[in-house]
């Protein structure tokens, strides 16, 4: 696999497979994280990439959201598309018909989920970064968090409302090292959870791997999953998204790196608004625990 998959600047990718097609829906980069809208690409063949142009801007109805389109995510229940964003650190919701969009916004009053929406005893620090996740029992959870204990919230059957009493914070065993893009997958009875450390702005940016046999932890922490590769200038590799690939049954991981072509006068941390999307496969060891990803070029 040729990275990065899409030319450009997009990080934070989400990925997808929904109607025969790989859906990537990343935050798009190159102006210091500021930003109101969100683009999709998708593929039949993981090399070949349509670029569907921008299928939400937060700024077209919003009341409340002006800047900052980070970190989408999109989850599909009774043939509608649901769209969690990121603005103004919160997170936001909007749906459609399609996985290309265009997305209609359903929080056009206040957000979806806020800093004042957090249930009693929370602790997170950012409300940002979403996962949707739609469990094997077709129960839904929401993971969210710029925090060490990013948090979970199941939603009810729309996919719109939070059950009230079941937001918690997420406990590990062993050290996390958690910074945010919490998420989970659910493979051979476990749920193989997996999150971001460090700063997206520092070449050590990188993605920590743990079990558990609950979608709400507590996680056993495993290890490192995703890291820099200096002998190949791979650096930076961060904020993933990970879906069991329905051709071949084995996992694919979408991410970002810093790109290898930046603006000149860009250097240090500035590199973390100029990452690039790349895509690997993953392998899975005979103890069904996901292997190191070999980051390729």
């Not at 929401?142 to 990013?150: Q, R």
């Not at 910074?179 to 493979?187: C, G, H, K, L």
């Not at 690997?280 to 005979?286: A, G, I, P, R, V």
Request: hydrophobic share 30%; aromatic share 14%.
């Amino acid at each position: 696999m040729s990275n990065p998959i899409i030319q450009g600047y997009y990080a934070d990718p989400d990925i997808r497979y929904f109607e025969g097609r790989y859906y990537i829906y990343p935050t798009t980069d190159g102006n210091k994280w500021h930003g109101t809208s969100f683009k999709c690409f998708s593929s039949e063949n993981l090399k070949d990439w349509t670029d569907h142009g921008v299928i939400f801007d937060i700024t077209c109805n919003s009341k409340w959201a002006k800047d900052f389109a980070w970190a989408p995510t999109v989850g599909c229940k009774n043939g509608k598309y649901y769209l969690y964003y990121c603005a103004e650190k919160s997170i936001g919701l909007a749906v459609s018909n399609h996985p290309y969009g265009p997305f209609e916004d359903l929080s056009v009053e206040e957000p979806f989920l806020s800093i004042e929406k957090l249930e009693k005893g929370i602790v997170i620090d950012q409300v940002i970064d979403p996962s949707i996740f739609v469990d094997h029992d077709g129960r839904n959870y929401l993971y969210f968090g710029n925090s060490e204990t990013p948090a979970v919230v199941e939603l009810e059957e729309d996919m719109c409302t939070m059950i009230p009493g079941t937001m918690k914070n997420i406990i590990y065993e062993g050290k996390a090292d958690c910074r945010e893009a919490f998420m989970t997958v659910y493979e051979q009875g476990r749920y193989h959870f997996t999150w971001s450390c460090d700063d997206t702005r520092s070449e050590d940016y990188h993605v920590n791997y743990g079990i558990s046999d609950s979608p709400l932890g507590p996680v056993k922490v495993i290890g490192t999953i995703l890291q820099k590769n200096v002998e190949k200038d791979i650096l930076g590799t961060g904020h993933h998204g990970m879906i069991k690939d329905p051709v071949t049954g084995k996992y694919l991981i979408a991410y970002h790196r810093f790109s290898h072509s930046l603006p000149e006068g860009v250097s240090g941390w500035d590199r973390g608004a100029f990452r690039e999307t790349c895509l690997d496969w993953m392998e899975m060891s005979e103890d069904g625990l996901f292997k190191e990803v070999e980051v390729s070029e």
